[in-house]
């Protein structure tokens, strides 16, 4: 079984991966594959981390309520850029630099995420909750949206249970998006 520190990590490397892969790939149908995986991972892992992870570092860290808004803050944010990156053309000079000011907010919010927040996460629960913490994370990448969706909202929660009516119809769409096909590297969500 996989902890919830080890599924999280997991989802930082594939994310990293694309990202690596779209900025030194000077193939355009690569660099829309790995643009839809990126923003398809992406999504995913943070309305997942928001309803899974969030709740239980909440009642864990000192700061509780308020660092925990804090990382809602962040993610929002994160969320945005995503929304302009998943629209835009690789040919469209902004691409690239696009993606590159979005991975290095999110590089910052990794490492302290895996330095902080996973070691409380670890040192609080028993190896089987971290790993029905993680098979829950993962469950529920199922069913949250596959796209970005920032609402602009007050409030980052109500955020992230608007953004779960829109899964289906991402879900849909996702079905006419191209993906990568080196399975190797990444699983694609046509898989």
């Known amino acids: 079984m996989v902890r919830i520190s080890e599924a999280i990590k997991d989802d930082h490397r ?3 991966s694309c990202y690596n892969i779209i900025v030194n790939s000077e193939d355009e149908d690569e660099q829309t594959r790995f ?3 990126f923003t398809w991972e992406l999504a995913r892992h943070a309305v997942a981390e928001e309803l899974v992870v969030f709740p239980a570092l909440e ?3 000192p700061e509780g309520k308020a660092k925990t808004d804090d990382d809602r803050r962040e993610h ?3 969320k945005e850029m995503l929304d302009v990156f998943q629209d835009l053309n690789c040919s469209d000079p ?3 630099p696009t993606i590159t000011v979005l991975m290095e907010g999110l590089a910052k919010h990794m490492q302290d995420e895996e330095a902080n927040d996973l ?3 670890e040192e609080s629960l028993t190896s089987d909750e971290s790993e029905k913490m993680a098979e829950s994370l993962n469950r529920t990448k199922i069913f949250v949206p596959s796209r970005s969706h920032p609402y602009g909202m007050d409030k980052p929660r109500y955020e992230t249970a608007a953004s779960l009516l829109t899964a ?3 879900h849909l769409q996702d079905l006419f998006r191209r993906w990568p096909e080196e399975e190797s590297i990444l699983t694609s969500p046509m898989e």
């Open 35 to 37: 643009q839809n995986q």
């Open 14 to 16: 594939k994310l990293e």
């Open 76 to 78: 929002s944010a994160l």
């Open 94 to 96: 902004r691409f690239i």
């Open 168 to 170: 289906p119809l991402d």
């Open 119 to 121: 070691v409380i996460l």
């Open 59 to 61: 009642k864990l860290r």
